[in-house]
């Protein structure tokens, strides 16, 4: 685990043999699955489960919501957790309530963001962000696709607006953003498209349901080699003696702002 999230796997907390593989997976971050992933019967044994792995590595836990009859259950045992992941956040008052429940010393927050109510209150929700310890925003992309009625394809087409509008809004509050799943296990070239999409809307990295998806995941939001060399290249022209008072220089016949600076300095800072 690192801390990048450049690929963030979802496993079941009920399923003991997936997670007796963690420790051997290139995943950036695990988040234990106590909502989708868990059959209603399998709940506390599953809670039990996430708690004890949460003792021993950082894992994230998503917890079921406080409005079901699992969701106190579950915030109350998440003290261990790397962080809290909260299912279908719609308004900042979920965050609030989410905080009171695990208390203000428990673990950060990380909010998916799955529902048209939730894309309308991107601003009110990420201006919550600093008082609530919310520090990531997820991209659930399959309950946001079946309450909007629409057939996204290979190209997530109808999805692309409210991707866009979840990156800015986490990007205006600080928050590191992640897309939602491929759901086409063993489909590689969806998967890199998916990828590639992901890493060019700006998402800092993907959330994955499957482990034969983290390579894809880790290489399309890393920096490639051309994006680095240009990076050193930004760095080293405005050490110069020349640059240093100057807003914007010539490099290679184009103009290079102290903005293009701050976004090298962040690259070669993630290739660390």
């Not at 039990?48 to 915030?75: C, E, H, K, Q």
């Not at 962000?129 to 394809?153: S, Y």
């Not at 498209?193 to 994955?208: H, N, P, S």
Request: proline share 6%; aromatic share 2%; glycine share 8%.
């Amino acid at each position: 685990m690192t801390g990048a999230r450049r690929s963030v796997l979802f496993l079941p907390a009920s399923n003991p043999r997936a997670i007796a593989k963690l420790d051997g997976l290139a995943c950036d971050a695990a988040i234990l699955d106590l909502e989708d992933a868990v059959a209603p019967e399998m709940k506390a044994s599953g809670r039990d489960a996430a708690a004890a792995v949460a003792r021993t590595r950082p894992v994230a836990i998503r917890i079921n919501a406080l409005d079901t009859p699992w969701g106190a259950a579950d915030a109350a045992m998440v003290g261990e957790a790397m962080a809290v992941v909260l299912p279908k956040v719609a308004r900042a008052d979920d965050l609030h309530a989410a905080r009171a429940a695990i208390g203000g010393d428990g673990p950060p927050l990380w909010a998916m963001i799955e529902t048209c109510g939730a894309i309308l209150r991107l601003a009110e929700i990420v201006a919550a962000a600093a008082a609530t310890r919310c520090e990531l925003l997820i991209a659930g992309t399959n309950d946001l696709a079946k309450e909007m009625r629409c057939r996204p394809g290979p190209d997530r087409m109808p999805l692309l607006p409210a991707l866009s509008q979840l990156v800015i809004a986490g990007r205006a509050a600080g928050l590191t953003v992640l897309d939602g799943v491929c759901n086409a296990i063993g489909d590689a070239e969806r998967l890199a498209a998916e990828c590639a999409q992901g890493a060019m809307l700006g998402f800092d990295g993907k959330t994955l349901i499957h482990p034969s998806q983290i390579d894809a995941a880790n290489a399309a939001f890393a920096p490639d080699a051309q994006q680095v060399a240009w990076a050193r290249q930004v760095v080293a022209a405005f050490a110069t003696p020349g640059a240093a008072d100057k807003g914007a220089i010539r490099l290679d016949g184009a103009m290079v702002e102290r903005l293009h600076l701050a976004e090298a300095e962040r690259i070669l800072a993630s290739t660390r």
